[in-house]
């Protein structure tokens, strides 16, 4: 059975930062991509950052310079290093992992809430 378990959302204020991670198993993560998602209320679900199996990774455009995705192969966890937070941060933050040669099976964690607000 696969699970993305993702501890580590929270309140916190503008300026600040925060730490998300996502664990797997069920899966053989070390090939699979990785990626972060967010959805703010009445809007669509964007895709904010990912990262494939040799490490390498994008970022939409109103991340680039404050957030960070990493991953640990050894323990199958993904992070997301979030700075510099704005209030328009403000979603429910969903860990996403897919192996590119099952496109059409991705597995989604069950999101975490993040709050920016003084």
């Known amino acids: 059975q696969v699970q993305l378990v993702e501890p580590g959302g929270g309140l916190v204020q503008p300026g600040g930062s925060l730490r998300l991670s996502c664990a797997a198993s069920g899966i053989d993560f070390r090939i699979y991509t990785m990626a972060w998602y967010r959805q703010a209320p009445g809007k669509q679900r964007e895709l904010v950052t990912s990262i494939i199996s040799d490490g390498s990774t994008s970022y939409v455009d109103s991340v680039k310079g404050r957030f960070t995705i990493s991953r640990d192969n050894a323990k199958n966890t993904v992070y997301l290093q979030m700075n510099n937070l704005k209030p328009e941060d403000s979603a429910v933050y969903y860990c996403?992992?897919?192996?590119?040669?099952?496109?059409?099976?991705?597995?989604w964690g069950q999101g975490t809430q993040v709050t920016v607000s003084s």
């Open positions: 996403y992992a897919l192996n590119v040669l099952k496109p059409l099976d991705p597995y």
